[in-house]
């Protein structure tokens, strides 16, 4: 079944306590991003990726890192996270024919305290 | 940069229309999208017209796009309680990076 998996689906963490979300997909696309979903906000980009080894800035990267040293992963990391990076994180995909709409994973809530 | 607007919330009857509003600001859109998000999932693409159509039909489902106002509607016909979601508006322009408007929560009540 064509899918962007995340993990993990839930995460309760510590401020300062390094962690990572895993995004895989297994689609053969291009283009992967990550965005965070807040109340009243929508959904922001974090972080970019056209294909293997180009990663670029969204809207709020500030906080984040992403690597993409493969096609299929895209993980995001948190080098030092804070309580306002506690939110609703998705990953998505997508190819370069066709329609260019964007996969989504299932998300990840994120609790930093 | 570019930007998507839409109302945040919708109130219907079910067996009702609704027709959830977009605009967008970036004049090299190529797609526009319309997403849906169940309670407690990831965002569904629910269909996409491309910048030199005007309208497209899909079951229950019609995209109207107004290029030249950069409008872009979703009517929803004969809702029902299954179609409460949020849904979003995206556009992709030269980048194909989509932009999201912020989300319309629909609310069907009997």
């Known amino acids: 079944e064509a899918q962007v998996t995340q993990n993990p689906r839930y995460l309760i963490t510590v401020t300062g306590k390094k962690l990572t979300v895993t995004c895989s997909q297994n689609m053969n696309h291009e283009y992967m991003s990550w965005y965070r979903q807040d109340p009243g906000l929508g959904l922001r980009q974090i972080y970019y990726?056209?294909?293997?080894?180009?990663?670029d800035k969204g809207d709020v990267p500030e906080g984040y890192k992403v690597s993409r040293k493969e096609k299929r992963n895209f993980p995001l990391i948190l080098e030092s996270p804070s309580p306002n990076q506690t939110s609703l994180y998705f990953c998505?995909?997508?190819?370069?024919?066709?329609?260019?709409?964007?996969?989504f994973g299932s998300g990840t809530r994120l609790t930093v305290v | 940069g570019e930007d998507v607007e839409q109302s945040l919330f919708l109130s219907v009857r079910e067996g009702d229309s609704s027709v959830i509003n977009c605009t967008y600001t970036?004049?090299?859109?190529?797609?526009l999208y319309w997403y849906k998000q169940e309670p407690g999932a990831g965002l569904q693409l629910l269909t996409y017209?491309?910048?030199?159509?005007d309208m497209k039909q899909d079951q229950r489902l019609t995209v109207l796009l107004n290029k030249k106002d950069k409008h872009l509607s979703l009517r929803i016909a004969d809702t029902q309680t299954g179609d409460s979601a949020i849904y979003f508006c995206a556009e992709s322009g030269g980048s194909y990076i989509p932009t999201f408007g912020r989300g319309t929560s629909l609310i069907v009540h009997p």
């Open positions: 990726s056209m294909n293997v080894e180009v990663t």
């Open positions: 998505a995909s997508s190819g370069t024919t066709n329609n260019y709409g964007y996969t």
């Open positions: 970036d004049s090299s859109s190529t797609y």
């Open positions: 017209i491309f910048s030199n159509m």
